[in-house]
């Protein structure tokens, strides 16, 4: 690819070109080093990150800067829509490793307002491969169905639907295996479902974190034999 096809202005009305991301990291390494000379060394002897994102891949929405933290606060995994289902195993390689192995205290499921991916779902119009990835969302209007047809307004529908599908992947975060027997092994873990606001930068709590198996709905709760 040429560097030209990725040349655009960004906020600061600078250009992005493929040199300027490599002079960028320059200016990066330059920068850490001159606050904190042992910055690199720190951070390469390993990693606890309390924090597991799951969030949309929309580049407004970087999981380190909307909650100004920094490298090594917050292990990371990105798809369009925030998605989560119980077959990807992408998705729950990712999971299996914050639970297991980095023992995050917090997984939290960030959506957001104005999601092309959530607007997509909304329409009909075919848009490709992705269909089938925004299918996962059609299942969600499905669910709930009774309050969404009562909602006629379009945008919000889409705030609206951006909400429940970010609860509903953080549902499907606290009925995996995975979570549910972190909880029967006493491990301290909560899940939580976030709506980040592209127009305003703020970040509402959406209040339907799990901390517990009780806190499932019955049908999903499985018996860990515990
Ligand atoms: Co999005």
Same mark, same amino acid.
Request: proline fraction near 0%.
């Given at each position: 690819m040429c560097a030209k096809s990725v040349e655009k202005y960004n906020h600061d009305h600078t250009v992005i070109t493929y040199d300027s991301l490599l002079q960028g990291n320059k200016d990066f390494v330059a920068a850490a080093l001159n606050e904190d000379p042992e910055y690199f060394k720190r951070l390469s002897e390993g990693q606890q990150p309390p924090v597991l994102w799951i969030g949309c891949?929309?580049?407004?929405?970087p999981a380190n800067q909307i909650t100004n933290t920094n490298p090594g606060d917050i292990f990371v995994h990105r798809n369009i829509a925030n998605v989560v289902t119980h077959s990807d195993m992408n998705l729950l390689s990712v999971l299996d490793y914050s639970v297991n192995v980095l023992k995050v205290k917090h997984i939290i499921v960030c959506g957001h307002y104005g999601c092309g991916g959530v607007n997509a779902a909304l329409g009909d119009t075919q848009v490709g491969l992705i269909d089938n990835w925004l299918r996962n969302i059609k299942d969600v209007i499905r669910l709930h169905e009774r309050e969404m047809s009562t909602i006629k307004d379009p945008e919000l529908r889409s705030k609206r639907l951006v909400e429940l599908n970010a609860i509903e992947s953080a549902s499907n975060v606290a009925y995996t295996s995975i979570v549910q027997n972190a909880w029967a092994n006493g491990q301290e873990l909560a899940v939580h479902a976030w709506v980040y606001d592209l127009k305003t930068g703020i970040i509402t +709590? *959406?209040?339907?974190?799990?901390?517990?198996?009780? +806190? *499932?709905s019955p049908v999903f709760k499985m018996n860990v034999g515990k």
């Open positions: 891949s929309d580049s407004r929405v +709590d *959406l209040k339907v974190s799990a901390a517990s198996a009780n +806190d *499932l």
